[in-house]
């Protein structure tokens, strides 16, 4: 016999077979045995969670030679031809690929003659809401006058791109995603069935890689016990899953403790080439930050271990580091996560965050070192009064001195600033100063840090593709950090469309430049504003100019 795959062998049949639905079973189960089952159902929910089992159950359950029944016989001549898809009054069409109206105008024209072998036709839709306008049109014909033989049944991943009047005709179930213990115990069910051992650990990545689907979780089993060459082994599973082995994570952890951000990005790298999925690999590096905090509070809790193996490096890894430092690195690749559901580019952000955790530590390292060297010095000043009576000579070595507020490096970028004064858009920068302070709130969901850079900024010039916005002349490291760094204007400009629906690229400037640049734009606009004159035609651009202009009326004052 043909090698079948396991989410097919072990596709329930019955509705104590559905696993975790049973808001579901229930229900239907009784309308069944109450014989008032609906024209019209709608399965809607994540792939790979059972609504065509579902429907077929149904099907089989309406139409069970023993019925009225709560299950289906699956013995009866008609429960069979269900169960092989060789009944002639079930018919189950993939939306997905015939999306056409003429399959639906098919159903619509043959679903008024009466079933040839069973009690019910049963139509059963699968991806509804790939249906063209045209075939949801026709569909809603049926809909609307079903024949008393008829049942409709509809599934789909994504019930809002089915129109309301549709869904109005339909009983509506929501299918729910599976738990990992749920996926756990039917496969741990199947493969005792089918007498194959197993690690617990192997079926928990599996659980979790399937991200709450069945079917998911059923082909990945298969092909791990394909690769496994008998009992089931870890190997196999983080080989089929992708997911990076727990010794890479430790790694990968060592290094970010170490501040070695060449190994990290080459790691990356590496992984990219491996064709392993980043966004996995990072939830891969939470979990393995919860486990070192979970052995940290609880060195007996090895078996709650999610990600780590309790090996004996995995152990001094946790007592190296401080449960303060797991906290912030989780938050940092937690924000992380929220953003790569944002881009294109998953591997910029990772490096980022890897960057920026590397240098914190970096950073604390040095503190520490500086502390120290103060200490060393203090010891060495209490030694010598000790000794002489009189503090130690003013060629001590000089103490740490405030950094001055130094000019910042960055340099202004005056050119397009000019550009975009006579190029302004008022309407629009009024807008975005009227809801900066929305936009602020959001940035501080976002990105906290990134909040408390920019909540003194404040949005003084528009043009049609950059924004820009001015700090306090005090306030040089906040204007460089916008100017230089990639993810803080990355999250201004993602707030800002949240909020006011436009993108627009961030610039900053200092209050100073800003006033030069204004002064100097309107000394150049009165000189020529005389020539202009005499030509007397108001162009769209001099009218936004003259506008623009009127909101500067202020700075006359700085004018020399
Ligand atoms: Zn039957």
């Given at each position: 016999m043909a090698y079948q795959a396991l989410y097919r062998v072990y596709r329930p049949q019955r509705f104590d077979e559905v696993v975790g639905q049973a808001h579901i079973t229930r229900t239907i189960q009784n309308a069944l045995m109450e014989q008032r089952m609906s024209h019209a159902y709608l399965f809607s929910g994540p792939?790979?969670?059972?609504?065509?089992?579902?429907?077929?159950?149904?099907?089989?359950?309406?139409?069970?030679?023993?019925?009225?029944v709560n299950e289906p016989c699956n013995e009866c001549p008609t429960c069979r031809a269900i169960t092989e898809g060789s009944s002639p009054d079930v018919f189950e069409i993939d939306a997905a690929s015939n999306n056409g109206v003429d399959e639906i105008r098919e159903i619509r024209d043959k679903v008024k003659y009466p079933p040839s072998e069973a009690a019910y036709k049963v139509y059963i839709i699968d991806e509804v809401h790939m249906l063209s306008t045209g075939a949801f049109n026709a569909l809603l014909k049926t809909l609307e006058e079903p024949p008393a033989h008829a049942i409709f049944i509809l599934a789909t991943t994504e019930p809002h791109k089915i129109p309301a009047t549709i869904i109005s005709r339909c009983q509506r179930f929501d299918v729910k995603r599976h738990e990992v213990d749920q996926l756990m115990e039917r496969m741990q069910y199947i493969l005792s069935d089918q007498t194959i051992g197993y690690t617990e650990t192997a079926l928990r990545l599996i659980a979790r890689a399937a991200d709450g689907g069945m079917r998911d979780a059923l082909s990945l089993l298969d092909q791990a016990v394909a690769f496994s060459n008998g009992d089931l082994n870890d190997d196999a599973v983080l080989e089929v899953t992708g997911a990076v082995e727990d010794e890479a994570l430790l790694a990968v952890a060592n290094a970010l403790h170490a501040h070695q951000v060449d190994q990290l990005l080459q790691t990356l790298e590496q992984m990219q080439r491996a064709g392993k999925d980043l966004k996995r690999f990072v939830e891969d590096l939470v979990f393995f930050y919860r486990d070192t905090l979970l052995l940290k509070a609880s060195p007996t809790a090895v078996d709650l271990l999610e990600r780590a193996r309790p090996t004996a490096e995995f152990k001094t890894f946790v007592?190296?580091?401080?449960?303060?430092?797991?906290?912030?690195?989780?938050?940092?690749?937690?924000?992380?996560?929220?953003?790569?559901?944002?881009?294109?580019?998953?591997?910029?952000?990772?490096?980022?965050?890897f960057i920026q955790i590397a240098e914190q530590g970096r950073t604390t390292g040095q503190i520490v070192q500086s502390l120290q060297q103060e200490v060393r010095e203090l010891k060495e000043q209490m030694h010598q009064l000790k000794v002489t009576g009189v503090p130690a000579a003013e060629n001590t070595p000089a103490q740490p001195v405030k950094r001055k507020q130094a000019r910042p490096t960055v340099r202004i970028a005056k050119e397009r600033i000019r550009q975009m004064l006579s190029r302004a858009e008022k309407a629009q920068l009024l807008e975005i100063q009227e809801r900066w302070d929305a936009i602020l709130k959001l940035i501080l969901k976002q990105d906290g840090p990134i909040y408390s850079l920019v909540h003194e900024s404040k949005p003084v010039l528009c043009s049609a593709d950059t924004l820009l916005i001015e700090f306090d002349n005090g306030k040089g490291w906040h204007f460089e950090q916008v100017m230089t760094n990639e993810r803080t204007r990355f999250v201004i400009e993602e707030a800002l469309f949240e909020v006011c629906g436009v993108k627009r690229e961030i610039l900053a400037i200092l209050d100073n430049d800003w006033k030069e640049l204004k002064a100097e734009f309107v000394a150049k606009r009165n000189s020529s504003n005389i020539e202009e004159k005499e030509v007397a035609v108001e162009s769209e651009e001099d009218r936004l100019l003259s506008e623009t202009l009127g909101r500067f009326g202020d700075i006359v004052e700085f004018e020399d």
């Open positions: 792939r790979g969670t059972g609504k065509t089992s579902l429907a077929k159950i149904i099907a089989k359950a309406i139409n069970c030679e023993q019925a009225p007592e190296t580091i401080e449960t303060e430092t797991c906290f912030h690195i989780i938050e940092q690749l937690h924000d992380c996560q929220q953003q790569m559901r944002l881009t294109n580019h998953p591997r910029v952000l990772v490096e980022i965050a």
